[in-house]
């Protein structure tokens, strides 16, 4: 399951996201927002997190620079959210850091790095050698030690 969530800023660029993966055949739930009309990210965010949580699964944001939304869902217990609006910053933060969550913001970026991006995201496999062992444990340690859920 892949969750989609966005604000107003982001509305366009998830449609787009809900197309591709839905032409790859992929389970999508789009948990909103459904249109231009001005909303707050966070209400978006915290459902797909949510979401993610309870189904061990992935999602994908989107907001106007994707910043706002990726603060949100960085907040949540167990979801590491990384900023793609850059090929190489997304792609290595994909490659290296195993997101569960990722954000995309629509005034940043194109539609055809997006598309690469998704794919990185649906397709790379996590080399979980014990140095990303080794990190993925410290930052479990600061998330049990600072977030309640």
């Not at 997006?114 to 790379?124: G, P, R």
């Amino acid at each position: 399951m892949i969750y989609l969530a966005c604000d107003h800023a982001g509305y366009n660029l998830k449609e787009y996201i809900k197309k591709v993966l839905q032409e790859k055949n992929l389970q999508v739930t789009d948990l909103g927002t459904n249109s231009l009309e001005s909303v707050h990210y966070p209400q978006f965010g915290s459902k797909l997190c949510e979401s993610v949580q309870k189904d061990n699964s992935f999602g994908i944001l989107c907001c106007g620079s994707g910043t706002g939304i990726s603060i949100v869902a960085n907040k949540y217990k167990g979801i590491r959210c990384s900023i793609c609006n850059d090929l190489y910053v997304g792609l290595e933060g994909i490659k290296n850091d195993s997101p569960n969550v990722i954000a995309f913001g629509e005034r940043v970026i194109g539609k055809g790095a997006v598309k690469q991006m998704i794919e990185a995201f649906l397709n790379t496999e996590i080399v979980e050698d014990e140095e990303f062992k080794a990190r993925q444990k410290k930052i479990e340690e600061i998330e049990n030690a600072n977030l309640l859920n």
